[in-house]
């Protein structure tokens, strides 16, 4: 039987601590949860062991937070993965800080296939450019809208208009 | 011929059992009675729809109970939801597939003006892409205030002239309109 989820967090913790070193920023544990700050260099290699060795087989969902104005934070975004591994009925969620002058982030579609759409959506909402990507376009809003419209200074009531409808044969072309 | 007399008021039947009428007249009768919805349902309203055609409350009785999914077969589009900026070209075309006559209903908030999606994504309002006859508020309406809304366009149907050959299409005069407001 799995141990209790407080258990394995703290098993994952030091075993990420004592891989990645300083590359690992932060931890913040509060009400069961615990979330893991990892530096942007490290993002990659961080996802694939936690997946590859740690058995967290699913990505539940991506967010991107706009940090703007707050009165604290690293830099201007942050992207987070919600992990969670069926085995071992475990959670965690990997923070990434990412500088707004480079929104480049390495793509996690090689390690989950969920990450392709939830990228596509914190790409188009937020303009983090996942490096990688097999079809890094808009998802929820149409192909004539311009800007990320969940970012704080994006202007709220600038309705964008669509002249023309689009076909998916993007999508319905990937492979499944 | 099944019609029965009071119905037809300007229509005058003698003891030969031929009715005699104007073109006209027995135009607007056929359609203001035989109104074919398309539901172009995109949230709750549609729900709401749902039970006005079905017989709790029946919109058979105003003889606008077949509902159609083809533009090429109704006569009234009933925008029942919200509709975003990347659904509005799909919206215009569907009108724009509809033969003529046609109409238009605004069901719920949503369509008429956005409703409380004040956002990046939801139109403001689908009169700033179709022309709309008849608004009916409400989130979402209740039934009766969909019957009002077509007893509305019934009578609306009533009064409006039967176009004739090279007279302009009704949406080319709400058009017209609209380009002489700006």
Redesign the interface.
């Known amino acids: 039987m799995a141990s209790s989820e407080t258990a394995q967090h703290d098993a994952i913790v030091a075993d990420l601590k004592n891989r990645f070193g300083a590359r690992i920023i932060d931890v913040d544990r509060s009400f069961g949860d615990c979330t893991i700050v990892v530096d942007k260099l490290a993002i990659h290699e961080v996802l694939a062991h936690l997946r590859n060795e740690k058995a967290f087989d699913l990505l539940m969902d991506m967010a991107g937070v706009d940090c703007m104005n707050l009165p604290s934070f690293r830099e201007r975004f942050e992207l987070n993965y919600m992990l969670y591994s069926v085995p071992n009925n475990v959670r965690l969620r990997v923070e990434v800080p990412v500088a707004e002058l480079d929104m480049d982030v390495p793509t996690a579609t090689d390690l989950w296939r969920s990450a392709n759409w939830a990228e596509r959506e914190a790409f188009e909402m937020f303009g983090f450019n996942f490096v990688g990507h097999p079809c890094l376009k808009r998802l929820l809003t149409h192909h004539e809208f311009k800007g990320h419209p969940l970012r704080k200074d994006y202007p709220i009531m600038a309705g964008q208009w669509c002249s023309s409808t689009s076909d998916m044969s993007e999508e319905l072309n990937e492979p499944r | 011929m099944g019609i029965k007399q009071d119905l037809l008021n300007p229509i005058t039947k003698d003891e030969t059992g031929i009715i005699t009428t104007r073109l006209d007249e027995i135009v607007r009768w056929g359609r203001k009675n035989s109104l074919w919805p398309l539901p172009f349902g995109t949230a709750c309203c549609a729900i709401e729809f749902m039970g006005v055609v079905s017989s709790d409350y029946d919109i058979s009785r105003f003889g606008a109970e077949l509902v159609r999914f083809s533009p090429r077969q109704s006569d009234v589009i009933l925008v029942a939801g919200t509709i975003n900026?990347?659904l509005?070209?799909?919206l215009k075309?569907i009108y724009d597939q509809i033969a003529e006559p046609k109409y238009v209903i605004s069901m719920g908030a949503c369509a008429c003006s956005g409703g409380f999606y004040?956002?990046?994504?939801t139109?403001?309002g689908i009169e700033q892409i179709i022309p709309v006859d008849v608004f009916i508020p409400g989130c979402p309406p209740r039934p009766e205030a969909i019957m009002d809304a077509i007893l509305k366009l019934q009578e609306r149907i009533e009064k409006e002239p039967v176009p004739r050959r090279g007279t302009p299409r009704r949406h080319e005069v709400v058009e017209k309109l609209r380009d002489n407001q700006d």
């Open positions: 900026y990347k509005a070209p799909v075309r004040d956002n990046y994504a139109v403001q």
